[in-house]
């Protein structure tokens, strides 16, 4: 029987790849909860901000995978709207339809505030020669927000914690690095954070197909890039995530 599968925000870029990624693999009937029409799969029309409106999209899903985000600057309002609010909003639809497993997509921005210190401020300034040779990987639980919106996205793994421990449910949070339309990194930051399509698309669908057991997690997603600071070392070990892809094939050059 196919996996029944809701994506908020399948009309962005990621929730694309990710359509496509379950659409070529098989096995998972896809339904979009967004504010704009996405062909090719059952769609629910609605805002997140509106907790009744979006509740009929939940009923009969086996996981829900929420990409649905604000991504503005400093605006508060939209932060509070979509990235606090609505994620409540999605959480709470969930458990009252008996969802199992949502996937929560969390950001490499809830650590980014380590790319104000040495030895990262140099790897994304692209000062190489500055770097030690052994230098200490920051894993997945690990915290310093790098702006307004990666601490919305800490939010959403705190509450995700708790909706696991109250109601029983398995929550995953994907860290996702820098997912560009090109498929390429676009700065020279973005040559040790470039998560690639192919990346991406294979990070969440591991999430979704997780084993039972994975009550509550957070997992780094970073393509395999030689200047990387996030560890992998536990998305590997628990989920299976490998990467095959990696900013070398694909550098960005200024």
């Not at 799969?41 to 609605?46: E, G, H, L």
């Not at 998305?235 to 094939?249: C, H, L, R, T, W």
Request: proline share 4%; glycine share 10%; aromatic share 10%.
């Amino acid at each position: 029987m196919a996996k029944r599968v809701l994506i908020t925000g399948m009309s962005g870029l990621i929730g694309g790849i990710l359509k496509d990624n379950l659409q070529q693999v098989g096995g998972y009937e896809l339904t979009a909860l967004n504010r704009r029409h996405v062909d090719g799969v059952t769609n629910f029309q609605a805002d997140i901000a509106d907790p009744e409106a979006i509740k009929p999209a939940f009923e009969g899903q086996d996981v829900v995978v929420h990409l649905a985000a604000y991504l503005g600057g400093s605006d508060w309002e939209g932060h509070h709207a979509l990235n606090v609010t609505g994620t409540y909003n999605v959480y709470e639809a969930a458990r009252l339809a008996g969802v199992k497993r949502v996937v929560f997509a969390s950001s490499n921005q809830t650590f980014g505030g380590f790319e104000r210190v040495s030895p990262y401020s140099d790897i994304c300034a692209g000062e190489y020669d500055r770097v030690p040779a052994d230098f200490p990987m920051i894993t997945h639980e690990q915290i310093r927000p790098a702006s307004l919106y990666g601490a919305t996205k800490v939010w959403g793994e705190a509450l995700g914690r708790h909706f696991s421990d109250e109601y029983g449910m398995s929550i995953i949070c994907v860290r996702i690095g820098a997912v560009r339309q090109g498929d390429r990194p676009t700065t020279t930051r973005e040559n040790s954070v470039y998560l690639s399509h192919r990346d991406v698309g294979q990070a969440l669908r591991k999430s979704i197909d997780a084993p039972a057991s994975v009550q509550y997690d957070i997992f780094n997603a970073i393509s395999d890039n030689r200047w990387n600071y996030r560890d992998l070392t536990h998305s590997k070990e628990v989920i299976g995530y490998v990467p095959q892809d990696s900013a070398e094939n694909c550098p960005f050059r200024p």
